[in-house]
Each structure stands twice: as C-alpha cells, then as structure tokens.
C-alpha cells in the first residue's frame, strides 16, 4: 500500500546531504584559480571566454559561490566581495586556500568534479555514467541504482500524490520512472487510473518487486523501452518524468519531449518534477547544489521554469505551468 503523508517533508535531509558539495565548490574555485580571474565584474560567458572552461560548470560553479556568499551578482555580472577578497585570493593575509588544497585530497570524486568544469566532461565520466544513454546496464547496477534513486524520491512522491490534480488522466505513462514510486503513488491517489513505468529492461525486473510490494500489480505495470531509441508506447494521456531532464543537456531534453508531444493521446499532457531554479539561476540554495551536483554523474543541470518552457513549447505543448509540489519540488506541465 501507499506509505501515508510523511509527517514533515524531507528539505533538511536534503539540506545536510547537499551541504557535502560546498567544500567541493570552494576548492575547484580556489585550484581554478576563478577568484583570480575577477579582475572585473563578469558574466557567466565572459568568464568562460576569459578562462576557457566548460559553460555549464562555470554556470554552476559560481551559482554555488554566490549562495555560499563568496561572490555577488548585480545586472547578469558576478563579481567579488569583501568576503571573497579577504579570505580567497591568494595575496590576501587571511588566504584560506592551504586549507581547501589539502582537503580536496581526500573529496569524493573531485577529479571528476574538476575535469568536468574545467573541460566539459571527460571520456572516463562520459563511458561510465549512464546505462540510460547507452540502452544497456548490468542488472546487478539496475538494483544498486533504483534503490539509490527510490530512497530520495519516494517521500516527494508521496507529498505530491497528495498536492497535485491527476484528475482525467486514465493512463500514466512513467518515463525513466525506475521503481515506480510515482506512478505507483499517483495511482494509488488516483483509484481509476491505470500506469505504467518505462525502464530499461534491467531496472524493469527491479520495479516489479517494488510494484508487488506496494500491491498494486492490477493497476500499475511495466515496459521495457530505451527511451532514446525504441518507439513509445501510445495510449497514454499524460507522461510522467521525475528527475530525468536534470540528466540531459538542452538538446536531448528538447528529444525527450518531441518523442513524448508524437506518442501522447490527443489532450494528453506532459509532466516534470524537477527542483526549480529562480530566473536568476543562483538560488534557491538547494538546487543549486543540486544543480552543481548534476555536473559530476551527468549532463545536465536544474532549469529554471522558462528554460522548461522554452523545451516544452519548442516541441509543441502549450500552457506551460508549475505549482510546488512537496519539499524542494515542483511539477511543470504542458498540453499537447
């Protein structure tokens, strides 16, 4: 069955599990030497033309300065401050960066983290991140990943099933749904509907036992599809993505949706869970962690609601809106 409402929302467990990614932050700066580079006030591209490094780490690199309070930002152009110059450049009598030098030694996945920002990622993170880019995953990784991914989504899942409208939607279809929690959450909120998660066929044999588990096996299935390559199931009249576009660039974002606006019933709509980030793109504090978290394991960032606009009705959906849905999340959806 459905786990009830949690008695308080998980913000704070996400709090202290983002709060990690500040040191991280702090070190690639200082070895980057990106305070340095502030000999100006300077944009996100400017920065990035001056220093040579990857767009979407710069992007996120300094959004995680600025809510730690090293950098201020004022008309699009980030620049330094009072704390920054004190404690972070190197001919300051106050310099930290000893500190941060040894211990970046002994940080998880630094390295990666560095080449990353600095090169726009590497061949070893590219090879090894993602069975759902290549179609393939090794089923013993299926589980090991599904678990990971269930633990921090089933209490949101829970939350929104209780916060968001799935009225007329009959059929749910779960892109990259892994062990199903949403659909099984929205279902189980939603007595009439049928729902289905679409997996890989490895996560699929591990969604099952947590369908049966939930005892919803006469209303909530799975099909093994690779989402980049194997045509959608139709039928459906709404598609569910729970942190999926977060892993995408741009462009294979804009491919999810396009395949998603072909396959959806006439009427259908499309829906993204995702943590928002403000238009400014340097808050709220935990997205933007999680944002700078994105640069390790995938290739993708948070988006802000006009940059899921933009995807969405480039590919042809319409009435773009969001509502928060539990904790952190929101939900954004279009009409086809």
């Known amino acids: 069955m459905n786990p009830a409402l949690p008695p308080i929302d998980d913000t704070q467990i996400w709090d202290s599990m983002l709060s990690l990614y500040n040191t991280h932050a702090i070190a690639l700066a200082l070895e980057l030497q990106v305070f340095e580079a502030f000999d100006a006030p300077m944009s996100v591209e400017e920065l990035v033309s001056k220093t040579g490094y990857s767009t979407r780490g710069i992007k996120a690199l300094l959004a995680m300065l600025k809510i730690r309070g090293l950098l201020d930002r004022h008309e699009g152009r980030y620049q330094l ?23 970046s030694a002994s940080l998880p996945n630094y390295k990666i983290y560095m080449e990353n920002i600095r090169d ?44 968001c409208d799935f009225s007329g939607v009959n059929k749910l279809l779960d892109v990259g749904g892994g062990s199903g929690c949403y659909a099984i959450a929205i279902a189980n909120a939603n007595t009439d509907m049928q729902a289905t998660i679409m997996e890989l066929k490895p996560v699929c044999a591990v969604t099952e036992d947590y369908i049966t588990k939930a005892g919803v096996s006469d209303r909530v299935d799975t099909k093994a599809v690779d989402m980049f390559r194997e045509a959608w199931p139709e039928g459906y009249d709404a598609h569910f993505f729970a942190n999926v576009f977060h892993d995408w660039s741009f462009e294979t974002c804009a491919e999810l949706a396009k395949k998603s606006y072909a396959s959806l019933a006439p009427g259908g709509r499309i829906c993204l869970q995702e943590m928002l980030l403000d238009e400014g793109e340097d808050n709220p504090a935990a997205p933007v962690a999680f944002s700078f978290l994105m640069t390790w394991g995938t290739k993708g960032q948070q988006f802000t609601l006009d940059e899921l606009r933009g995807i969405l009705e480039s590919s042809g959906f319409k009435n773009i809106r969001a509502q928060r849905s539990y904790g952190y999340y929101s939900l954004v959806t279009g009409d086809k």
């Open 120 to 163: 726009g990622g590497t061949k070893e993170e590219r090879e090894a991140a993602d069975g759902w880019e290549s179609g393939e995953m090794d089923p013993e990784f299926a589980r090991t990943i599904t678990d990971y991914m269930h633990c921090h989504s089933i209490a949101s899942a829970v939350g929104m099933s209780h916060t």
């Open 81 to 103: 401050n009072n704390l920054s110059r004190t404690y972070m450049l190197k001919d300051s009598p106050y310099y930290w960066g000893p500190f941060f030098s040894w211990t």
